[in-house]
């Protein structure tokens, strides 16, 4: 049987990648052997593309920004996550298509359309079974983010409140025109209370 796609979206710092892990090591618990992966990144060339991609050095417009993050994917769907789920195992990916469509769509670039359409020819439009929407208002995390990055935040995560705050509406925009894929999980509370969220959302598809 083919296995699980589940994917963790949302601003930074929420908890996506805490989270990812925890719920790896929870399906390993149960038996599976799952794919713990991210985006961009996940395979040798798209490591390589995320290198340049969040380096603060460089500077690519929206269009080719949007490209390389596709290009990535396509490679990382191709080369981790297809084989993955063809061979029956659940994959857990930190970040997909939902964060280009968040952070590039609407910037001035290409529109959702043109996302979709890119991911239909560079990732045969794999879509998640599941995407899990960390959700806290950017106070309840800029602690945590201080305490993680200090100074030193990425290309995309050093852009202003404002982007960010533009970020989060288009996610939870996207939550709400695909509820069945979608639940907004509320990121606040420890990470064991956040986990339990998550937790009952994964009964419900397994
Ligand atoms: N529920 C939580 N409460 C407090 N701190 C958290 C919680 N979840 C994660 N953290 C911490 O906050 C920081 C950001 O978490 P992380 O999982 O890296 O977020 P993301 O992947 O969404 O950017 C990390 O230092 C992490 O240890
Ligand atoms: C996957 C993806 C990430 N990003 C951005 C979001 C982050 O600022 C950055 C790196 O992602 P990530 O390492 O997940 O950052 P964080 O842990 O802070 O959430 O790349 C996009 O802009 N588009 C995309 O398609």
Same mark, same amino acid.
């Given at each position: 049987?083919?296995?699980?796609?589940?994917?963790?979206?949302?601003?930074?710092?929420?908890?996506?990648?805490?989270?990812?892990?925890?719920?790896?090591? %929870?399906? =390993?618990?149960?038996? +599976?052997?799952?794919? /713990?992966?991210?985006? $961009?990144?996940?395979?040798?060339?798209?490591?390589?593309?995320?290198?340049? !991609?969040?380096? $603060?050095?460089?500077?690519?417009? $929206?269009?080719?920004?949007? #490209?390389?993050?596709?290009?990535?994917?396509? &490679? +990382?769907?191709?080369?981790?996550?297809?084989?993955? #789920?063809?061979?029956?195992?659940?994959?857990?990916?930190?970040?997909?298509?939902?964060?280009?469509?968040?952070?590039?769509?609407?910037?001035?670039? /290409?529109?959702?359309?043109?996302?979709?359409?890119? +991911?239909?020819?560079?990732?045969?439009?794999?879509?998640?079974? #599941?995407? !899990?929407?960390?959700? %806290?208002?950017?106070?309840?995390?800029?602690?945590?983010?201080?305490?993680? &990055?200090?100074?030193?935040?990425?290309?995309?995560?050093?852009?202003?409140? &404002?982007? +960010?705050?533009?970020?989060?509406?288009?996610?939870?925009? !996207?939550?709400?025109? =695909?509820? =069945?894929?979608?639940?907004?999980?509320?990121?606040?509370?420890? $990470?064991?209370?956040?986990?339990?969220?998550?937790?009952?959302?994964?009964?419900? #598809?397994?």
């Amino acid at each position: 049987m083919r296995g699980r796609f589940i994917t963790f979206e949302g601003g930074e710092g929420v908890g996506k990648s805490t989270q990812a892990r925890m719920l790896a090591a %929870a399906l =390993e618990a149960r038996g +599976h052997r799952p794919l /713990l992966t991210r985006e $961009p990144g996940g395979t040798p060339g798209a490591e390589a593309i995320r290198t340049l !991609l969040l380096d $603060p050095a460089q500077s690519f417009g $929206p269009a080719s920004e949007t #490209l390389l993050f596709a290009a990535a994917r396509a &490679d +990382h769907v191709a080369e981790a996550i297809e084989p993955a #789920l063809a061979a029956g195992r659940w994959v857990v990916c930190d970040r997909f298509l939902d964060s280009t469509r968040a952070y590039q769509g609407g910037e001035g670039g /290409l529109t959702d359309a043109d996302i979709c359409t890119l +991911h239909a020819v560079g990732s045969r439009g794999l879509l998640p079974d #599941l995407t !899990l929407l960390l959700s %806290a208002a950017p106070e309840q995390v800029a602690d945590r983010l201080a305490a993680r &990055d200090g100074d030193n935040s990425d290309r995309i995560g050093g852009r202003p409140a &404002d982007y +960010h705050r533009a970020v989060a509406a288009r996610f939870a925009a !996207l939550a709400a025109m =695909e509820p =069945e894929r979608f639940r907004v999980i509320e990121a606040t509370g420890s $990470p064991e209370e956040v986990h339990a969220r998550i937790m009952a959302e994964v009964e419900a #598809l397994a």
